[in-house]
């Protein structure tokens, strides 16, 4: 049985190819990457030693040979018609090898085409014999010199007949002789079985995975795909606003987001750059794939990750069942859909139909899946048990499945996981997987998200790539505007034009651009629009801004909760801040990462925001009570079922709005302390931005002078636990602030905030110089006062230390390319030619103070395990100066850090170091504080909150 090689596609069969030529000539043949490849798909140089066969006599090419691919996506039935396709690309390759003014460098001895197209080989009409006619013709006509008309024709066909007469055997494999390698070499068959395996994929187990009884995998893997494809492919609008609690299939709102490279400034988009990878075959034995293979996405909040992990999953389900026979319609409409999707963004189902598996990082941490008897993989089954209800399927039957079959693994949410020794088992448990998986010669692909504040683990670089999903630019902005509004409100035309028009002068306004940066802003911007709300250029605005929409709406409806909200609207906005803050703390912990709150739980706290206001929920309000309760149950305003696992928010960005306006809550201090408390925790970061917001959101000068003096002062107070003044995070804070948009109003606050943010240039190697950069040029592309700032700035970081000058300098030759990427102002092209002013004297750098560093260890009142503590972990930092980090220091520094009067020792010795000792302070913000970071403070906050004690 032939197999059909159509089915590959382009970039599968180039794989196959390269895999049947290495294991015809060995290891020599070397594969070329994406981008141009100078005509080469594949090369081999020195003696390339054929073995003889029924066809050809044993043989040996010395010297440089190329193979060419050449797949046909559909094959005519004419084999003529074949001939002819195939032939126009030889010729065509020929023409470019013959080109003297090409880049086909250097042309090859010998040349290989590579081809799925079947050549017949009767003798002088098939199609071998028409291709090789064909070619000795070409060559013909550039001898004939009986048409030239000048020398400089005559001069031009002599050199393409030369650099031709160079090659000295043209062969072709066509799609006969690549059948008959394939049974030649069946591991380079077995190796493609997502691509080859004809019909029903499941049906065909028995074929696959001959070690293993079909009934342990066919029915438990077939039906967990089916229940999948319909019940996880679903997003809520009803979290954004639609109030008609039913999911919408992904596919119908999914849209392609723009990613960027740690590498540079190079541009491309996610769902094509994952289905590329995927298009591979990535198992380590046959893949043509440089490492590392597997992904790791980044993206800031509401950037459309779990969205877009939702959607790759749902296209390989809807590949892998396309051909099955027992499906509903409603299983075909959702394939059909998802392959509608995919045809907007250029794409069709993936060729190579891997097995895909979706994994919720904190409900896997929360559900015990870190125990230590258990594995990812052993996870994964039980998961997959629990989907199929058609028995067990064990785990060494999924892992032969493994084995046998190419999977997709997308670990969504890694920053959810905070706990630091949870998200190190977690880490560890994920590592484990892909070198068990590389081990075992497995194709597999692991896509894994977070978030990038707090992503500082840089997980197994030789396995995982990092890309990072990118701010929409406007056009793309108001496409997915567009689609969005469609969907929510179908065939509700008039409403759909009234927020069309609105979104439109949105996006020509400058001061709201900003806010149509991520899927979920846009959506919720054109929800506010819908319910003739305001706008306001700041993001807590926008995201408070679809509160009050969703309740007035909910609010206006006749009937129903009308009355309830009426009366009881703050103490309904009291409930959503109080469960929000709840949530938010639960969830930082590793057991709960996945919060929602019970039934009781969320009625007791109705009852402390009714109790609290002087109502008696447990005597005449409580009516009033069971109201709230029921309605909260079902869904009110913002607060959700959460299917079986109790009540929350559906979105967590909104969890964090809630949860930022409860900390706001009480006197300015109170607040101010809370905040300076939580600054440091990536997990709580955005909740911070939330607060900050709050605090800016209204016109109280105090207020704002009061939260700029915190991030000014925010290193100097109450930070040697985290080496603050070492390892800062003020500057990032003022550039959050900056990037939020909450101070643009506010010239004389924001001038001071960009000035701190810039202290961010004093460090070494900052590893996130490009964000810093595209931030800067935002800021200096909204006007001709914040370029002056920016430029400023720089100026004044040019005439500083060698370390701030050098980071500087990197900045700048960021920008011009950054500029180019977010199509900023061409006017901020200028910030990379800003030179220090030419009577300025450089800064020297800081003298070498580790005498004064030891003085302050020798002569610290600390006693007794304090005194030890201090005395290990400052030879721990001498020893990450001198020659870089290990696990050890790290562990010994952090320890170190938990106790205050040895914490207050280092942060006094390091103060004499860090100026001169880049090393050391690099390790230690990239290695030692992230974790001291991410220590839990929601119990701490809790005390320290307004009904929190």
């Not at 929602?596 to 402390?608: D, G, K, P, V």
Request: with cysteine; aromatic share 6%; glycine share 8%.
């Amino acid at each position: 049985m032939s197999d059909d090689l159509e089915k590959l596609g382009p970039t599968g069969f180039q794989d196959l190819a390269a895999s049947l030529a290495v294991a015809s000539f060995g290891p020599g043949v070397q594969v070329m990457g994406s981008g141009r490849d100078g005509g080469r798909d594949l090369y081999h140089r020195g003696p390339l030693i054929w073995k003889p066969t029924e066809d050809q006599p044993a043989e040996v090419w010395e010297g440089y040979t190329v193979l060419q691919v050449k797949h046909r996506a559909t094959r005519s039935a004419s084999h003529k018609e074949n001939a002819v396709w195939l032939w126009g690309h030889v010729r065509d390759e020929l023409d470019d090898w013959a080109n003297p003014y090409g880049d086909r460098n250097p042309v090859p001895d010998f040349l290989i085409i590579i081809t799925n197209v079947m050549l017949t080989p009767f003798p002088q009409v098939g199609g071998h014999d028409f291709l090789n006619e064909n070619v000795k013709r070409y060559l013909e006509r550039l001898a004939d010199n009986s048409r030239e008309v000048d020398s400089e024709a005559i001069k031009e066909r002599i050199a393409r007949l030369a650099r031709l007469k160079r090659i000295k055997k043209v062969r072709i494999w066509d799609g006969n002789q690549i059948q008959a390698m394939l049974r030649v070499h069946p591991g380079v068959r077995n190796a493609f079985p997502g691509f080859l395996t004809a019909g029903d994929v499941f049906a065909a187990l028995a074929q696959l995975t001959d070690s293993v009884p079909p009934k342990d995998l066919e029915e438990g893997l077939r039906e967990h795909a089916k229940t999948t494809l319909m019940g996880e492919g679903f997003i809520y609008f009803d979290e954004a606003g639609s109030g008609d609690g039913q999911g919408i299939p992904v596919h119908e709102v999914a849209i392609d987001l723009p990613i960027t490279f740690a590498a540079g400034a190079r541009r491309a988009s996610v769902v094509q750059y994952v289905l590329d990878r995927a298009e591979h075959v990535l198992a380590p034995g046959v893949t043509t794939q440089e490492a590392p293979r597997h992904l790791i996405v980044t993206g800031a909040p509401g950037n459309g990750k779990t969205t877009i992990s939702k959607f790759l999953v749902q296209v390989f389900r809807a590949a892998l069942l396309e051909q099955a026979d027992d499906l509903s319609d409603g299983h075909r409409d959702v394939i059909r859909g998802t392959a509608a999707a995919l045809k907007r963004f250029g794409r069709e189902l993936p060729k190579n139909r891997r097995w895909p598996m979706r994994v919720d990082l904190a409900l896997y941490a929360q559900e015990g899946g870190l125990s230590d008897d258990s594995t990812l993989l052993r996870w994964i089954a039980h998961k997959v048990s629990r989907r199929s209800d058609m028995g067990e399927v064990k785990p060494w039957a999924l892992k032969t499945w493994m084995q046998k079959w190419p999977w997709l693994l997308v670990l969504d949410g890694l920053d959810e996981v905070t706990e630091p020794a949870v998200r190190k088992r977690l880490i560890e448990r994920v590592t484990e997987f892909v070198n068990t998986a590389e081990a075992d010669n497995c194709d597999v692909l692991v896509v894994l998200t977070t978030r990038p504040v707090g992503y500082t683990e840089n997980i197994a670089p030789a396995h995982f790539e990092r890309i990072d999903l990118d701010f929409l630019e406007l056009p793309e902005a108001v496409r997915y505007g567009k689609l969005a509004t469609k969907v929510r409100l179908r065939t509700d035309l008039d409403r759909i034009e009234r927020v069309l028009t609105r979104l439109y002068k949105a996006a020509e306004d400058e001061a709201l651009q900003h806010l149509l940066r991520t899927p979920l802003q846009v959506l919720i911007l054109t929800i506010i629009i819908d319910g003739a709300g305001q706008l306001a250029p700041d993001r807590y605005s926008l995201f408070r801004g679809y509160y009050d929409a969703v309740f007035r709406r909910e609010r206006d409806k006749p009937g129903g909760l009308h009355r309830m909200l009426q009366e009881f609207g703050q103490q309904i906005q009291q409930l959503h801040e109080r469960v929000g803050f709840e949530l938010q703390v639960r969830a930082e912990t590793g057991d709960r990462s996945y919060a929602s709150l019970t039934a009781a739980e969320l009625r007791q706290i109705a009852w402390q925001v009714l109790d609290e206001a002087g109502f008696k929920p447990s005597g005449k309000d409580a009516p009033l009570l069971d109201k709230i309760f029921d309605a909260a149950t079902k869904r009110l305003v913002l607060i959700a079922p959460r299917g079986t696992e109790g009540y929350g928010f559906d979105v967590r960005s909104l969890q964090e709005l809630m949860a930022a306006m409860h900390l706001t809550t009480g006197l300015l201090d109170d607040v101010l302390q809370r905040l300076r408390s939580s600054a440091a925790s990536p997990y709580w970061r955005n909740t911070w931005l939330f607060a900050a917001g709050q605090l800016f959101s209204t016109p109280q000068p105090h207020q704002h002078d009061a939260l700029v003096r915190l991030v000014e002062t925010i290193d100097d107070q109450d930070a040697d636990y985290r080496l603050g003044q070492a390892v800062p995070i003020g500057p990032r804070l003022a550039l959050d602030i900056i990037d939020d948009g909450m101070a643009r109003s506010y010239p004389r606050w924001r001038d001071r905030l960009v000035a701190h943010g810039l202290k961010v240039l004093t460090e070494p190697n900052p590893p996130d110089l490009s964000p810093i950069t595209k931030c800067l040029v935002r800021f200096a592309s909204t006007g001709d006062d914040q370029r002056a700032a920016v430029a400023e700035g720089l100026r004044a970081s040019l005439v500083g230390t060698s370390t701030t000058r050098e980071t500087a300098a990197a900045l700048q030759q960021l920008v011009p390319a950054i500029v180019e990427e977010i199509r900023a102002h061409s006017s901020v092209r200028g910030l990379a030619g800003v030179r220090r002013h030419p009577d300025a004297v450089l800064q020297p750098d800081p003298a070498r103070g580790w005498e004064d560093f030891e003085v302050e260890i020798l002569t610290n009142p600390c006693t007794g395990e304090e005194a030890d503590l201090l005395h290990a972990a400052a030879a721990a930092l001498r020893h990450i100066a001198a020659n870089g980090g290990r696990p050890e220091d790290a562990a010994v520094i952090q320890r170190a850090l938990e106790v205050e009067p040895v914490a207050a020792g280092l942060a006094a010795a390091l103060v004499h170091v860090i100026g001169h000792e880049r090393l050391l302070v690099e390790n230690l913000r990239d290695g030692v504080v992230p974790a001291v970071h991410r220590r839990l403070i929601g119990e701490q906050l809790r005390s320290m909150s307004v009904g929190g004690a």
